[in-house]
């Protein structure tokens, strides 16, 4: 019986600490793992992504109706644009690459080689607009001229705040949950590069 006693107040001492309060490790209240917020934050991302494509599938039916009206003149776009959809795709690759590798080195160099890839489309896409205006296409030209700018302008503004996620990641990679927001980031950043691809098949060849 003796012993009994001992081996719990052994077991006592172990779940409590000095001032009489149970242990972190002894705690039975809950508390959502690491996993469980990752899923919530994986499900938020895409609902907002959700959000974003029902905009650009808006926008593209506005496009498909308009293109029917007699005004509407075919606008040729500048050979800018082909190389500012490779810089896009490379980062992309760049950032993927650089999150699977996993050690922390091998995803700053990702971000940070994404992000500067971001930055040069950035720069090219508003060389893409003054490319367009040098051929005295402006925003009201023509209603196909509307929508390149419309539509280029909507995909530059959800790129420049993935952007700022990306940059947000990079300087904060310290933190335990920075696979987590790789992740996230890599998700979004992809996302953008797809959209970025249908946009410009749709403004270019229908």
């Known amino acids: 019986d003796h012993g009994l006693t001992r081996r719990r107040r052994s077991m006592m001492t172990m779940t409590t600490t000095a001032t009489g309060t149970i242990a972190p490790w002894a705690s039975t209240a809950p508390d959502p793992t690491a996993a469980q917020r990752a899923m919530r934050l994986h499900f938020g991302l895409w609902m907002f992504l959700a959000t974003v494509t029902m ?6 039916s506005a496009y498909l109706v308009r293109r029917s009206g ?38 700053a160099t990702g971000l ?44 530059a503004v959800h790129l420049l705040a993935a952007l700022v996620v990306m940059l947000v990641t990079l ?3 310290g933190r335990r949950d920075a696979d987590t927001r790789a992740a996230l980031c890599a998700t979004f950043w992809h996302f953008l590069t797809g959209a970025w691809v249908y946009l410009l098949a749709l403004v270019t060849w229908v």
Request: glycine fraction near 8%.
């Open 171 to 173: 300087a904060t990679l």
């Open 55 to 60: 905009l650009f599938a808006a926008l593209s």
């Open 112 to 155: 940070a080689g994404a992000s500067l890839l971001a930055g040069v489309f950035i720069v090219g896409q508003v060389g893409l607009w003054r490319a367009l205006a040098a051929q005295g296409i402006y925003l009201l030209t023509n209603p196909h001229s509307s929508f390149i700018y419309l539509l280029t302008g909507v995909h």
């Open 70 to 107: 007699t005004d509407w003149r075919p606008v040729a776009l500048p050979s800018l644009v082909w190389w500012n959809t490779l810089v896009l795709a490379a980062s992309s690759a760049v950032l993927e690459l650089g999150r699977r590798r996993r050690a922390e080195l091998g995803l």
